[in-house]
């Protein structure tokens, strides 16, 4: 276990019955390559995700078929209610309430903190300037970095650049958080930082899917750990019978690979 595991949830963690995600017998193709293969999943509200498994195995893929960063070919995604079509409006309708925070920030280097924040909510919610400049400070305060707001990405740690993406994200009000590697190409000592942001959203009852090696937060925050391989879900589990009695002999090599 890695020195940088997250102060654990200070509040119970709820999960109600309401259905966020649903993905049903989803297939996707890059070419000739069957990248996801009968995907099988239910998401709830309150629902804290992680999705391990080896390079490769499709874990972004599945991740960026929720938003439609990438497009499924067969079966169905559904999304708080909305089935994921070609519809532009449904595929508008959807980003606007999934946030996605990608491993390397995805900042605009040449604005500041604040004007990355408040770029979506005055272009795309139509918010006047003011109202959304309230709304980004309100957020850099939640991700504990207001002082930085006028600052460029650039002049920031990496684990600033990742809180402000958060930020980034929160301004659009999302129901679902998208997490792909958050953490993987920051240095160990601002690792702790952004999970404990994490750890915050879920404690505020955020609906969240992960795709991290950071097995300390899969275990004190998620409530339910997915395995998958070669475009497969292979096993999934609470975190402490994932961990503690892995079934499947590929969860049980990979998890002898990373813990
Ligand atoms: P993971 O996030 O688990 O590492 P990915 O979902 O990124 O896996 O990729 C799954 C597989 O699909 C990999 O073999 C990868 O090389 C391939 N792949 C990913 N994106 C593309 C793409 N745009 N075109 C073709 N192949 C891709
Ligand atoms: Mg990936």
């Not at 272009?123 to 850099?140: D, S």
Request: glycine letters at 6%; a neutral charge; one cysteine or more.
């Amino acid at each position: 276990m890695s020195e940088t595991m997250p102060q654990a949830p200070q509040k119970k963690l709820v999960i109600s019955d309401k259905v966020m995600i649903e993905m049903k017998d989803v297939h996707k193709w890059y070419g000739q390559f069957h990248v996801l293969k009968n995907i099988n999943l239910t998401v709830k509200q309150g629902e804290r995700i992680v999705l391990c498994g080896p390079s490769g195995s499709g874990k972004s893929t599945t991740i960026r078929c929720i938003n439609r960063l990438e497009e499924h070919q067969q079966g169905q995604i559904i999304v708080d209610g909305t089935e994921l079509t070609s519809d532009v409006k449904n595929i508008e309708m959807i980003r606007r309430e999934v946030g996605m925070v990608f491993q390397h920030f995805n900042l605009f280097p040449h604005l500041t903190v604040l004007e990355n924040c408040v770029l979506a909510p005055i272009w795309v919610r139509k918010m006047p300037r003011k109202e959304a400049e309230e709304l980004g400070m309100h957020y850099l305060k939640r991700v504990k970095i207001p002082e930085q707001a006028k600052k460029y990405p650039g002049q920031l740690s990496g684990g600033q650049q990742q809180r402000v993406a958060i930020a980034r994200s929160l301004c659009m009000k999302p129901k679902i958080m998208l997490f792909d590697e958050p953490t993987s190409a920051l240095d160990p000592e601002m690792v702790k930082e952004v999970l404990d942001t994490m750890v915050s959203l879920a404690e505020d009852g955020m609906t969240m899917m992960c795709v991290t090696h950071e097995m300390g937060f899969a275990k004190l925050v998620s409530n339910r750990v997915i395995f998958m391989d070669r475009g497969e879900i292979i096993e999934q589990n609470n975190p402490h019978d994932f961990f503690d009695h892995p079934q499947n002999e590929r969860t049980k090599l990979f998890l002898s690979q990373i813990l």
